[in-house]
């Protein structure tokens, strides 16, 4: 944070919380408190003008900027493990408007608009930690994969390219003017940008591979993990790739058993708690 004194003296932690992760997987670590805590401070004026701008959704600009501000310990949000995010943003969301998590939901039978509040509390209980999840994967011939979960930047990549993606195919499904062996072409170049990319991602979340016998230490290097990762086969890389998920997932559940307060029909809602519609109010 910044070492001007009054904005020193005027913004104070509003409340301390427990990472998921407990602070691993970041370089540099986040500074936590005596308890092993992290400060969260609220939203400043112009935090709340970032949070309602739709774009800067996109390119992950804004949760960067925000929890620069509000989580000023952590030093890079791009190294931000994605399972404590959630924990982050709805920490930040609490320490600035209270434990009431406002969310408008439509109902599907009359269409009613419910105003719906969750405690952020509640919410916040379910979240697990990442030692639920056995980070150490065998796969076939005994190669031990040391794995973590994508970080914020690995995210932010990943839904760039499913932007650019989706518009990609729209424009080529637009674009009459194309024969049927150029739109082939350039469907085909998509996919396999895609499938080279994924692979990026999950060789970013390899920290080790050893192999008791056939190497004499365990290899670290990322590019040439990258290059063994598109040499293995699917059951392998499926087991990586599920594991990388696993870790990735916060534990916290975003169904919810909505009745409408309209007409009574009941359902469960998939209610995102993400920077999309949370912030919004
Ligand atoms: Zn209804």
């Not at 195919?169 to 150029?182: H, K």
């Amino acid at each position: 944070m910044s070492n001007n004194p009054l904005i020193k003296a005027y913004r104070k932690p509003a409340l301390y919380i427990t990472l998921p992760s407990g602070g691993q997987y970041y370089d540099p670590k986040p500074t936590l408190s005596v308890d092993g805590e992290l400060a969260i401070y609220p939203m400043t004026a112009r935090d709340e003008l970032i949070t309602k701008t739709p774009d800067a959704l996109f390119n992950g600009e804004a949760t960067n900027t925000l929890i620069r501000s509000c989580a000023p310990d952590i030093q890079d949000p791009d190294q931000i493990p994605v399972n404590d995010l959630l924990t982050i943003l709805l920490s930040i969301r609490q320490a600035s408007y209270g434990d009431k998590v406002e969310v408008d939901i439509n109902c599907p039978q009359c269409k009613h608009i419910n105003q719906m509040a969750f405690d952020a509390n509640t919410i916040l209980a379910k979240s697990k930690s990442v030692e639920d999840v056995d980070r150490v994967v065998t796969l076939s011939g005994d190669f031990k994969v040391t794995l973590k979960p994508y970080s914020l930047k690995d995210r932010t990549i990943l839904q760039i390219q499913q932007v650019k993606q989706a518009k990609m195919v729209q424009a080529l499904t637009d674009s009459a003017d194309l024969s049927e062996e150029e739109q082939t072409e350039r469907f085909g170049k998509t996919f396999v940008e895609i499938a080279n990319l994924t692979v990026e991602l999950i060789a970013n979340c390899i920290e080790e591979v050893n192999h008791d016998t056939d190497l004499e230490e365990p290899v670290f290097d990322h590019d040439t993990i990258k290059e063994w990762l598109a040499n293995i086969t699917t059951n392998d890389y499926d087991l990586i790739k599920e594991t990388v998920e696993k870790l990735s997932d916060s534990g916290i559940n975003q169904m919810f058993k909505i009745s409408c307060q309209e007409c009574g029909h009941g359902w469960d809602a998939q209610v995102d708690l993400d920077m999309s519609n949370f912030f919004a109010g």
